[in-house]
């Protein structure tokens, strides 16, 4: 199965920054089938990109996603408040489907 | 709109039994594949299993297999989720799941339940 690991662990920054999200997988992940989601405290995972660099319905463009292969980035153009969260990485590109452990974005 | 909704979470002592139901709605529930995604308590998310729209097809995580059943009943709209055998290793938040946009299991997840909260503890 194709592993994820996500870096930073934790990220600290303050609003108005630029947050900058690693997910790394041990192998290719093919056709870019790489998604993120976001969870907050209490609530289900939200998607927030697919294929990549796909937003989903109704998200901020603010948020963008790219990269291909083993390597891809979320950023976060300008946090607001509520962008506070925990992120993940998930892979679909081949089964089982697989998440990375999760990147912390916490307010400095 | 859609909508999921968990239920049948609690606490279970080791090697015991709990059958979860995500209830449908809001969509043609027999149209789409169902997921069930766990999250440890302040852990990661963790995929468990997929069945096929019509219940023809179904796929396990290895942590799971020949412990967890997956099934479904169209008629109620409602996802289930057998789980035996069960260790504290399965103490988790349960999330039922699907996409919109794929009918196989390798896909991204934009519609999630709630949860419900299965505590194995003696």
């Known amino acids: 199965e194709i592993v994820l690991t996500q870096s930073p662990g934790t990220l600290s920054l303050s609003p108005g920054e630029r947050a900058t999200l690693s997910c790394r997988a041990s192998q290719s992940v093919s056709s870019s089938f790489l998604a993120w989601y976001q969870q907050k405290p209490g609530q289900a995972p939200r998607l927030l990109i697919y294929?990549?660099?796909s937003r989903a319905t109704g998200i901020p463009d603010r948020f963008s996603g790219s990269g291909s292969g083993t390597d891809f980035t979320l950023t976060i153009s300008r946090l607001e408040p509520e962008d506070f969260a925990v992120y993940y990485c998930q892979q679909y590109g081949s089964s089982p489907l697989t998440f990375g452990q999760g990147t912390k974005l916490e307010i400095k | 709109q859609v909508q999921l909704v968990e239920s049948g979470g609690g606490v279970v002592q080791p090697g015991g039994s709990l059958r979860l139901s995500c209830a449908a709605s809001g969509f043609t529930f027999s149209n789409y594949g169902m997921h069930w995604v766990r999250q440890a308590p302040a852990k990661g998310l963790e995929w468990v299993s997929f069945i096929l729209y019509d219940g023809t097809y179904k796929y396990y995580a290895d942590s799971v297999r020949g412990r967890f059943t997956i099934s479904r009943d169209i008629s109620k709209n409602t996802l289930y989720l057998q789980m035996n055998s069960l260790s504290t290793e399965d103490t988790a938040v349960y999330y039922c799941?699907?996409?919109?946009?794929?009918?196989?299991?390798?896909?991204?997840?934009?519609?999630w339940g709630q949860g419900t909260l299965v505590t194995v503890s003696s």
């Open positions: 799941a699907f996409s919109q946009y794929c009918s196989t299991s390798s896909c991204y997840l934009d519609y």
């Open positions: 294929g990549a660099s």
